[in-house]
């Protein structure tokens, strides 16, 4: 199967006909062949995307909205056809494809479709000068998204969405690691009946293709989801073009346990903030640090609880962890596990390849508890990105304030406590964008997401999402 382009609403082979094979992780077969395209497919997107863009800026807030919804209804009934495709691609449980990621990508469009409705701009009466200053948010013109492998259409769209809404055209492209919803995603865009060239969709490698997309003089914006030193790269590459940017990425979110917590609500949450999606969730909680009272109840309840989670094929409704998402991604994970052994930390439960039967090239690896005795050892500092955690006690809590934020990521914390004075002082000192208490990826749409510090600039989410995709200008009439 040949996924294709998706420019002016047509389907259309790279200009230079590359290709890249396509994997399937829980087999490791490859099953398809994705476009790496080049420069010219980039320029051909932008060509489509700027014809577009007067028509679409001018098209009324409801039009718009009527169409997203549209878009929202479509992948709604598609979700078994999505999932499948998701869960091929990537890996990842077929049922977890069809709980959360087929679920948001529609609620991504349905959000932003009733946000745009109400998205208001301020004005200004400058009392005693007989004037009046309103602010326009106006489109940027054509915008870049560029998102990641792990939760593929989940992310594309959290992005599409809001640049659509606010009346921009855009050029997208998914992860050349997990192509399939998106190219899906360009089907249902066509039937909804988004007018031509509003979305592009060009497929492929991040140094060719993504880099084409940000170098490209004319893309206003880019809005990026993926890894820090890839981030690091696009800022240093848009930032002479002054484009305004979005990044979202990387974490190593400390998960913080009191004794005075509730226990079990807790456990239960802390194997999945763990392992699900294999641990290949920006917001997993891979450092769990655990107040020294309550640590060794925790540590066997934990490795009973983790040693239960099935390792299976993705379709199998039994798996709790499918695959991982490639082989180089399986062997980077496993060299972090020999990382923690030649540092002292103690593989409590896991640590090896998992052979599925009759899958047995699939990339499967048993989820991973590592004790370690310093918050300061590279499995405890570094993004692993897999089913790895590291646990560890603490008895003081500026002890564990220090450690929590002494990393170089700060996207999200989790809490657990029952005491509101330490959820306050707490809550204020973490360095992160988002800190949970008593749960974990309870989202709502309207919040402010990203991160700080090396986990990146600007938020998505709500009205910071139209915010970023819009320009604001100011208007001043003295009458
Ligand atoms: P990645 O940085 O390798 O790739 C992300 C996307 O960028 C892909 O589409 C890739 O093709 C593209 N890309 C790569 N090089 C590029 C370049 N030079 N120019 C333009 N585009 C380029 O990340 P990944 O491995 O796909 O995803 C995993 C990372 O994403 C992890 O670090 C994870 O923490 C992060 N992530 C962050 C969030 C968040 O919201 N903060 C969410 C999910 C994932």
């Given at each position: 199967m040949h996924i294709q382009n998706f420019i002016n609403g047509n389907f259309q082979n790279p200009l230079s006909n590359d290709w890249i094979p396509n994997y399937n992780p829980s087999s490791g077969d490859v099953y398809g062949q994705i476009p790496n395209s080049s420069k010219e497919d980039v320029d051909a997107a932008y060509e489509a995307a700027n014809l577009a863009f007067n028509r679409w800026s001018q098209t009324t807030l409801e039009e718009r909205s009527r169409i997203l919804l549209k878009i929202s209804e479509l992948i709604e009934s598609n979700l078994d056809r999505l999932a499948k495709a998701e869960s091929k691609d990537n890996g990842k449980p077929l049922w977890l494809a069809k709980a959360i990621d087929i679920p948001r990508a529609s609620s991504n469009f349905r959000f932003f479709a009733n946000a745009i409705t109400q998205f208001a701009s301020e004005s200004h009466e400058s009392i005693g000068q007989n004037a009046i200053n309103y602010t326009l948010r106006q489109p940027l013109g054509v915008v870049g998204c560029i998102s990641p492998w792990n939760l593929p259409l989940y992310l594309f769209t959290w992005k599409i969405a809001p640049a659509i809404a606010a009346g921009n055209c855009v050029i997208a492209k998914p992860s050349e690691v997990t192509p399939m919803t998106a190219y899906l995603l360009a089907e249902i865009c066509n039937e909804a009946g988004l007018p031509k060239g509003v979305l592009n969709i060009v497929h492929g490698l991040g140094t060719t293709t993504g880099q084409a997309i940000v170098e490209h003089?004319?893309?206003?914006a880019i809005s990026f989801t993926g890894g820090t030193s890839t981030g690091v790269h696009i800022a240093r590459t848009a930032a002479p073009m002054f484009k305004k940017l979005s990044l979202e990425l990387g974490g190593k979110n400390p998960n913080i346990i009191f004794a005075d917590c509730d226990y079990e609500d807790m456990l239960t949450t802390t194997v999945r903030s763990s392992f699900a999606n294999q641990g290949q969730i920006?917001?997993?909680?891979s450092r769990i640090f655990i107040e020294a009272s309550l640590y060794e109840k925790f540590k066997i309840d934990f490795i009973a609880r983790v040693t239960q989670l099935k390792v299976g094929?993705?379709?199998?409704?039994?798996?709790?962890v499918g695959a991982l998402v490639s082989k180089q991604h399986l062997e980077k994970v496993m060299s972090y596990i020999d990382i923690a052994k030649e540092e002292?930390?103690?593989?409590?439960t896991g640590g090896n390849k998992v052979k599925v039967k009759g899958y047995e090239n699939g990339y499967y690896l048993e989820p991973t508890i590592i004790e370690v005795t310093t918050d300061e050892c590279r499995v405890n500092q570094?993004?692993?990105?897999?089913?790895v955690v590291t646990i560890m006690p603490f008895t003081l809590e500026d002890q564990v304030l220090d450690m929590a934020n002494k990393v170089k990521y700060g996207l999200s914390a989790t809490l657990w406590t029952n005491d509101l004075k330490r959820t306050m002082r707490l809550s204020h000192k973490l360095q992160a964008g988002i800190v949970w208490v008593n749960t974990w990826?309870?989202?709502?749409?309207r919040t402010p997401f990203g991160g700080v510090k090396n986990s990146g600039v600007g938020r998505e989410g709500g009205f910071e999402a139209l915010r970023f995709f819009t320009e604001p200008k100011n208007v001043c009439i003295k009458y």
């Open positions: 003089s004319e893309i206003k920006c917001l997993c909680g094929h993705p379709s199998d409704t039994e798996t709790k002292g930390g103690i593989v409590l570094e993004e692993i990105f897999g089913p990826l309870m989202r709502d749409l």
